[in-house]
Structure formats: structure tokens, C-alpha cells
């Protein structure tokens, strides 16, 4: 069975063959058809469109898998204002955790968003944790034992350098030794989800070395539990 990143993909490029046969001009040297290059980039905007989406939509139908695991197991949900207030405190309790380690503590509406550099979690090309940043995600999962009512997302990021199924295998394997890690530390599994990104995801130009750097790196996202 084909991966829903490929079927995504497919869709795209079924619109795309559809949209080549009405969006040809005529070349007036050779006197042949071509696709012009604004079709081509709107094409190739199409393909990469249905991939995102595609991958969007598994990753909320996961996190509605794991919310109901939980809450099944006797989790109690948040609801209300008392969503807003429990992340507020978790919050607070990582920046306390993370400063100075190198680890950036983003809030984004209800969730909280831990940004982990891969020079401070991993060696070049490697996917183990660094013994040196296992005392920082220890403090992780102090916080993330306290406040058990949020779900984990742990993504692995990568630049473009390299071919994108080497990048996506190493994404996926650094976001597990992460889950790993915390599973270690009696974090629940149920509450955590490791996926990997590959390239997709970048937040910077992978044109220059900054900018990769920035791409390589690892994200926990915590979700509030709720109905």
C-alpha cells in the first residue's frame, strides 16, 4: 500500500498532467508546443501543495487517535479556560528548565513548541542523543510527567542536503531515539508521537549554511488534551 505523502503526490501530479494539456505555447523558433515556465511553477506548487496538505491531515488524525487513547485510559480531559492556564504553567516551568541549554521554549496559541537544535541534541549524521543533552531532556520529562494532560509530538527536521529518503529515514530515527529517551524516563507512550519530516518542514533558506543549521533540529510540540 502506497504512503499518503505518495498518494498526495499523485493527486498532484494527475491535476498537473491535466493542466499540461490546456497550458502550452507555441516556441517561435522551433515552432513546437512547450509549457510555459508559469505552469510549470504552479504545477510543481500543485504537487508539493497535495503532499503538505496531505501530511497535515494524517498528523491531526493521529493526534485524535492518541487524545482518545488517553482519555479512555482515564486521562481526564481539559475544557474551557482551564486549557489557557494549564499550558501557561507548563510554559513557565520550561523556560525555567531550558535556559541556557540551548533549547527555545515558542508558544503557539495552546500548544508550546520546544525547538532543539541538532548540534545540541545529536552528532553530524548521527541519531543518538548526545550524553551531553541527556540531563536537558531529564529536565524535559520532569516537567512533561508533572503535567500530564498533554499529548507530545516529537518531529525530526532536516536540511536539503543529501537525497530526501536519506533525510527523511534520519528524521524519523532522531525523532524516535528522542521518544525513546522520554519513554525511558516513564514518560506515558500513549502521550508520545514520533514522526519524521525529512526536509519538508524547513523554517530558514537551505541556501546558506545558517539556514540549514536552523533546518536540522528536532521539535516537541505539546498538545493540550481536550474533548
Keep these: 500500500m502506497s504512503s499518503p505523502k505518495f498518494r498526495g503526490a499523485a493527486l498532484g501530479l494527475l491535476a498537473a498532467s491535466i493542466a499540461l494539456t490546456g497550458c502550452t505555447?507555441?516556441?517561435p523558433y522551433t515552432r513546437e508546443e512547450k509549457t510555459s515556465s508559469a505552469t510549470k511553477g504552479a504545477i510543481i506548487g500543485g504537487v508539493v501543495g497535495a503532499i503538505i496538505g496531505n501530511v497535515s491531515a494524517r498528523d491531526q488524525d493521529r493526534r485524535d487517535r492518541n487524545k482518545r487513547t488517553l482519555i479512555a485510559a482515564g486521562v481526564g480531559a481539559l475544557a474551557?479556560?482551564?486549557v489557557g492556564a494549564y499550558m501557561d504553567?507548563?510554559?513557565?516551568?520550561l523556560l525555567q528548565q531550558m535556559e541556557g541549554t540551548g533549547v527555545s521554549v515558542i508558544r503557539d496559541g495552546d500548544n508550546i513548541i520546544l525547538n532543539m537544535p541538532s548540534n545540541v541534541t545529536f552528532d553530524f549524521d548521527r541519531s543518538e542523543v548526545k550524553p551531553t543533552f541527556h540531563e536537558t531532556l531529564r529536565s524535559v520529562a520532569l516537567v512533561l510527567?508533572?503535567?500530564?494532560?498533554?499529548?507530545?509530538?516529537?518531529?525530526?527536521?532536516?536540511?536539503?542536503?543529501?537525497?530526501?529518503?536519506?533525510n527523511q529515514a534520519l528524521s524519523e530515527r532522531r525523532a524516535l531515539s528522542v521518544a525513546r529517551f522520554l519513554e525511558g524516563q516513564n514518560i506515558t507512550?500513549?502521550?508520545?508521537?514520533?514522526i519524521?519530516?525529512?526536509?519538508?518542514?524547513?523554517?530558514?533558506?537551505?541556501?546558506?549554511?545558517?539556514g540549514r543549521a536552523l533546518n536540522r533540529r528536532v521539535e516537541l510540540t505539546l498538545i493540550p488534551l481536550t474533548q
Excluded at 504553567?89 to 516551568?93: A, D
Excluded at 507512550?189 to 514520533?194: G, L, N, Q, T, Y
Design 25 to 27: 505555447t507555441l516556441d
Design 196 to 210: 519524521g519530516f525529512g526536509e519538508l518542514r524547513p523554517i530558514a533558506t537551505n541556501a546558506t549554511e545558517e
Design 89 to 93: 504553567r507548563q510554559e513557565h516551568e
Design 189 to 194: 507512550p500513549s502521550r508520545i508521537d514520533p
Design 145 to 166: 510527567k508533572k503535567y500530564d494532560k498533554t499529548l507530545i509530538e516529537i518531529a525530526g527536521h532536516t536540511d536539503s542536503v543529501g537525497s530526501e529518503s536519506y
Design 80 to 82: 474551557g479556560g482551564a
